[in-house]
Structure formats: structure tokens, C-alpha cells
T-cell receptor, first 112, second 117 residues
Framework: GESVGLHLPTLSVQEGDNSIINCAYS??????FIWYKQESGKGPQFIID?????DKRQGQRVTVLLNKTVKHLSLQIAATQPGDSAVYFC???????????FGSGTRLQVQP | EAGVAQSPRYKIIEKRQSVAFWCNPI?????LYWYQQILGQGPKLLIQ????????DSQLPKDRFSAERLKGVDSTLKIQPAKLEDSAVYLC???????????????FGPGTRLTVL
């Protein structure tokens, strides 16, 4: 069935380093992808999105890359800060569907 | 701008009891979602409303879960009777209506953490 998964459950990085969080999806009909950040005790918070007609999109300190050939999505965080420590989820949806399908999440730990 | 409000924040019940959660979406958001997030997993959609109509409830366990949004604003999600496996965080989200060519960001509330003993 449809699934969105992540390669690494936990990622530990040093403060100031760049972080890369990966996600694989299986629904080839997916045309819209979103990264969410979830801190303890809070709901998911939108970080950045990308449509399937793009392969890269940049925000403030974050970049999302989409490789439709291998159905792979990644989130890059530049100069990782302690405030970036959280669980990160990728999610996908497609034109005609309305629901988001979330992956299982990657915990990012930033070491001072 | 006020965010999505949910109550209660925490609830502990025994199995076979009933429980209800309340959600107040962002003002003007016609679309409302309920998600279930089991510990260590991503949120899973239970039901989606457009105004007071159900758009998608294909993953809602209808034998025990029910939800309503009678006036197209607030919503309640009920579980009756609860099972141990219902222990999870129940998230409410809202968004502007999505048309066929766009996607509107979903804003999430803080969730209700349910523990079933």
C-alpha cells in the first residue's frame, strides 16, 4: 500500500553542523510533499513544502530536495542549532486526495 | 492569530470507558482534520470535514469512533468504548479549503494525550 518512510530513526549532530534527514515514499502519484517539525508536547509545525514539478526548494536555513526517479525526499538544515532538536516528519499527498500521509519520523538531536 | 485549540490536553481512562475530545479550529478555516498519533509514529488521518460535511472517514474505526462538526466550526471526537490500543495523541488540524490546483497548509493543535488503562 501507500507508505512514506524514513531511513534513520535518530540523527545526532553537533551544533553548527549541517543536518540531512531522508524520506522515501512509495506512491508515485504523490505530487506534493511537506516537512513538519514536532517538538515534545506540541503538534506538528510546517517547515517547508515542495511540488512534484520542482526538485529543490530553499527556505531560511532549510532546503528540501525531491528525487522523483527514486521516490526520495530529503530535508537539509544548515548550521543546526539546539532549537532544531525535534522529531521531523515528511508527509505527502496528491491531487485529488485531500489527506496527508505521514512517515514515522526522525528524531534530530543537536549536541552543544 | 489564534491557533487551533484542543481540550483536554491529557486524559486517562480505563478500557471500555468513553471519552470525548474537543477542537476549535482557526477562525475561517473550513477544513478540519482529526489525526491519531501513536507513540513513535507519524500522525494518521481519522476523519476530515469540509464545513460540517465529512470528506474522508475511510480510516475511522466506526464501530467505536465517531466525530461531528454540527455547525461547521468546533468539532468533537468520541471513543466508545475505549481499548488499550487507543492510547495515543489525538491531533486536530485545520486549513482553508483546498481547491483542485492548490494545497493549503494544515495548522495543528497541541493534541490530547489519551492513556487507556
Amino acid at each position: 500500500g501507500e507508505s512514506v518512510g524514513l531511513h534513520l530513526p535518530t540523527l545526532s549532530v553537533q551544533e553548527g553542523d549541517n543536518s540531512i534527514i531522508n524520506c522515501a515514499y512509495s506512491n508515485s502519484a504523490s505530487d506534493y510533499f511537506i516537512w513538519y517539525k514536532q517538538e515534545s508536547g506540541k503538534g506538528p509545525q510546517f517547515i517547508i513544502d515542495i511540488r512534484s514539478n520542482m526538485d529543490k526548494r530553499q527556505g531560511q536555513r532549510v532546503t528540501v530536495l525531491l528525487n522523483k526517479t527514486v521516490k526520495h525526499l530529503s530535508l537539509q538544515i544548515a548550521a543546526t542549532q539546539p532549537g532544531d532538536s525535534a522529531v521531523y516528519f515528511c508527509a505527502e499527498t496528491s491531487t485529488g486526495r485531500r489527506a496527508l500521509t505521514f512517515g514515522s519520523g526522525t528524531r534530530l538531536q543537536v549536541q552543544p | 492569530e489564534a491557533g487551533v485549540a484542543q481540550s483536554p490536553r491529557y486524559k486517562i481512562i480505563e478500557k471500555r470507558q468513553s471519552v470525548a475530545f474537543w477542537c476549535n479550529p482557526i477562525s475561517g478555516h473550513a477544513t478540519l482534520y482529526w489525526y491519531q498519533q501513536i507513540l513513535g509514529q507519524g500522525p494518521k488521518l481519522l476523519i476530515q470535514f469540509q464545513n460540517n460535511g465529512v470528506v474522508d472517514d475511510s480510516q475511522l474505526p466506526k464501530d467505536r469512533f465517531s466525530a461531528e462538526r454540527l455547525k461547521g466550526v468546533d468539532s468533537t471526537l468520541k471513543i466508545q468504548p475505549a481499548k488499550l490500543e487507543d492510547s495515543a495523541v489525538y491531533l486536530c488540524a485545520s486549513s482553508l479549503p483546498r481547491d483542485s490546483s492548490s494545497y493549503n497548509e494544515q495548522f495543528f493543535g497541541p493534541g490530547t494525550r489519551l492513556t487507556v488503562l
